[in-house]
């Protein structure tokens, strides 16, 4: 019983309920007996001083007439009553002068007696007295309980008045009447009362105890027990119990908590099982080798893979299982992970089953038990052999692509993207340029530039990704000419750009001199042209100077106005005979293959100025469709005036071989000339009304040596260098033919974007 109440719950709290409900109920028991008690005391003490005041007052009229006969019949029938022990009437000495039993009358007591001490304690006596100070208890001979009390008989003024016996007015007490009453009935019913009282106390226990006890079994133990049921169902994995407790108080809704609590488990469970059989299935089958090891370094535990790889037996050291040694490796992760509880990396070779050597990239994680202490550590190995292999292939084609590299027969840079410094070249720029690595590296890209480029390239370097014809300045000072390739590339691991040169200088000294020698056979062509320009001023020259000498060999006076005009004229025909004589000297001379910012309306019409003798002489006529306020290119105006002319040679030829010696009439012997500018594009136009292209060649005009003329007529060279030096200058040149003897029209574009 003991045990059962220690351990349960429901035995305890019914032991606690009922001693607790017994000190209440007997606590109440005790006060109100206690009280009922004080209660009964209290009503019998005022009922007997009632009794004793009506007793003076019965005898009251017979004391005033001294009638002894009818006071001591008065206290003899009062006496007779069934609770009235005592009646006596005590004079000021003690003395016994009436009682209900006669053996007492006259009989003295002992004034120190009870009765008499409650007022002759003190010296004097007492006069007036409390009610609770004049009663007492007494116990009768049989072992009743005695009620007795004492009242004071006071002196009247009839008393001291009286003939029949008189008593002095200052005494003011004249005796005392003393009646005792039985308690026994009154302590018979106490008894009973008591005895009802602690009845009812314990019905009310026992019932209480019992619904209690019934209350808590049906409504608090068997459910409890039902649930205590159903969780240990849970705990043994039975997650489909369900209580049924129908209620709706807190014993319901906790049966209602621990069947979602059970349902939630179970879902969890499941949720859990998959996850573990999820997780076991990745540590089976991951691609990569995984191994629990215990401090001695001996398996516990591996997957799949290291299974199939190694074959190792249950007990097998790591090192010997898998790296054939038979002594702990010197340098050991998993010995450092024991250490220090961190995870450690290496890089760690060995031998598969199949002999051949394997690269591993290895792993260690501690694992620790709920108390935090480190109980094994788990190594995965991945292997990276392919990757090593890689890693070997790469440093031979990086030493291959080095070699490649270094000996690439043009210079190349690797420039950094934001400062253009260079941060490596080959050797083929100290061929180019002159330098050597260790002079050249860390310096600017942009010191290889003039001065006065460097801004502008600067720019374009990095948004433009070919650049031709740039003059470069060599380690000795001198001018070179190269044409760049710029492509972004990385350069380990930061952004770079990859700049290639090739020296041109030669090439461009040739097509000089072609350009030269084809400058020369035009002067040639125009010979005939020029010399008609010369004559015209000459001729003036000459019949001023016939005229001046006749005129003084006659010894004739010349008015002033006719000598001025002479002379004017002699100065203005020299002057223009100067001027095409420099302009020829201009146009033979070498370009300085420097690109500067041109007025194209301008260059054409000086090309025109020289070349127009010839077209007038020929009888064709030119048409001029001039925009207006072009913005200015960038273009060489010597070369480009070159260009110019090669097309109204080759125009002015087109149109004498289509016409020939047959006749024409006005406008069919024509050459058009335009410009105008559209889409940041400055264009010239320049259109003939000659024989025109065949489209069979149309694709092949600007190829060098490409000619349409007879055998020792052309060269072939005249398009193809108008083509260089367009190209050059940044620009476009196409040639248009709708058709045979309609004639051809070639079209010439400049960029003038970077130029505004």
Known sequence: MIKMIRQSMVYRLILTVDILLLLSISTWAYFNIKYQKEKFMEHIVAGSDRFSNTIKLGTHYAMMLNSRDDITQIINNIGKQKEVENIRIYNKDGQIKFSNRDAEV?????????????????????????????????????????????????????????ACHVHPEDKEVLGALDVVVSLKGTDAEIVR???????????????????????????????????????????????????T??????????A??????????????????????????????????????????????????????????????????????TEKCIICPVERTFEDGHSHY??????????????????????????????????????????????????????????????IPNPVFVLDVDTLDILDCNESVKAVYGYGKAEIINRSFLDLFQEKERTLFGHQIRVIPIINQIKHVHKNGKSIFVNMRVSPSEYPGKRVLLVTTSDITKRLETEQQLIQTSKMATLGEMATGV??????????????????????????????????????????????????????????????????????????????????????????????NIQENIPEIMADPNRLEQVFINLLINARDAIEERWGNMEYKAGDKKISLTTECADNQAYVKVCDTGTGIPKAILDKIFDPFFTTKKVGEGTGLGLSISYGIIKDC???ITAVSADEDTGACFVITFPIQDTL
């Open 256 to 325: 209602e908590a621990i069947n979602r609590m059970g349902k939630r488990i179970g879902e969890k469970q499941i949720e859990l099982n998959k996850q573990r059989d999820e997780y076991q299935n990745l540590f089976e089958l991951v691609p990569c080798i995984i191994t629990v090891q215990d401090r001695n370094y001996r398996l516990i535990k591996y997957n799949r893979e290291f299974a199939e790889k190694f074959a190792p037996k249950p007990g097998d050291f790591c090192y010997c299982a898998y790296k054939g040694r």
């Open 531 to 624: 010399a008609h320009e010369l004559n015209q001023p000459l001729a003036v020259i000459k019949t001023a100077s016939n005229y001046l000498m006749k005129k003084v060999r006659k010894k004739e006076k010349i008015k002033d106005e006719i000598l001025y005009t002479m002379a004017e004229e002699i100065d203005g025909h020299v002057d223009r005979a100067t001027k095409i004589i420099n302009h020829m000297r201009q146009f033979g001379r070498k370009s300085d293959l420097e690109l500067e910012k041109i007025q194209i309306n301008k260059v054409l019409k000086s090309a025109f100025e020289i070349f127009s003798q010839q077209l007038k002489v020929r009888g064709i006529d030119v048409e001029w």
């Open 193 to 243: 009362y008591e005895k009802g009282i602690i009845g009812l106390a314990v019905f009310v226990f026992l019932m209480t105890s019992c619904i209690i006890f019934l209350f808590i079994f049906k409504f608090v133990r068997q459910p409890i027990n039902k649930m205590i049921d159903g969780t240990r169902r849970l705990a043994m994995g039975d997650y489909s119990t369900r209580l």
């Open 245 to 254: 407790i129908e209620r709706n108080d807190e014993i319901g809704e906790l």
């Open 730 to 732: 940044g620009g476009n």
């Open 106 to 162: 006259d009989s003295v007591t002992n004034i120190k007696n009870e009765a008499c001490y409650i007022c002759h304690r003190t010296e004097p006596p007492a006069v007036s007295l409390d009610l609770a100070e004049r009663i007492r208890m007494i116990k009768s001979e049989n072992g009743d309980l005695l009620l007795g009390i004492i009242s004071p008989i006071y002196n009247e003024s009839g008393c001291s008045t009286d």
């Open 346 to 407: 290496s890089e760690e070779k060995g031998i598969n089953k199949d002999g051949t050597e394997t690269h591993w990239l290895v792993r260690t994680s501690p694992i620790r038990d709920s108390e935090g202490n480190i109980i094994a550590a788990m190594e995965m190995s991945l292997d990276i052999t392919r990757r090593k292999q890689l890693e070997e292939k790469l440093e031979k084609s990086e030493k291959k692509y080095y070699a490649i590299f270094n000996n």
